[in-house]
């Protein structure tokens, strides 16, 4: 069964702009060179509900099942990945689903 990958996540304070931009850029690059993804989109909020807890970016990756989604995770490009970005990181919120 394919897997929906959500992560939503907020910088901290003072973070640099570019900080966001090359996490967003490194994103892309990861969806584009890690087996196993299907599909991946990446934004800012937009919601005018009002009920983002603060969290700014989003992305969404679909991976054709939870062993794609498993490699993902352990492969050393996502860990380059969160090693940058996640002392920017004020808060992020991770859920996943098999649809």
Do not use: C, W
Not at 26 to 55: C, H, M, Q, W, Y
Not at 66 to 84: G, I, T, W
């Amino acid at each position: 069964m394919p897997v929906q990958h959500v992560a939503l996540f907020k910088f901290k304070a003072g973070a640099p702009q570019s900080t966001a931009g090359r996490a967003l850029d490194d994103l892309r690059r990861l969806a584009k060179v890690i087996p196993g993804i299907a599909s991946f989109t990446v934004g800012l909020n937009n919601s005018p509900e009002g009920l983002s807890d603060g969290l700014t970016h989003g992305f969404v990756m679909t991976f054709k099942d939870a062993a794609a989604r498993d490699a993902y995770l352990s492969n050393p490009e996502h860990e380059k990945f969160k090693a940058f970005v996640l002392p920017h990181i004020e808060k992020v919120v991770v859920f996943d689903y098999e649809f």
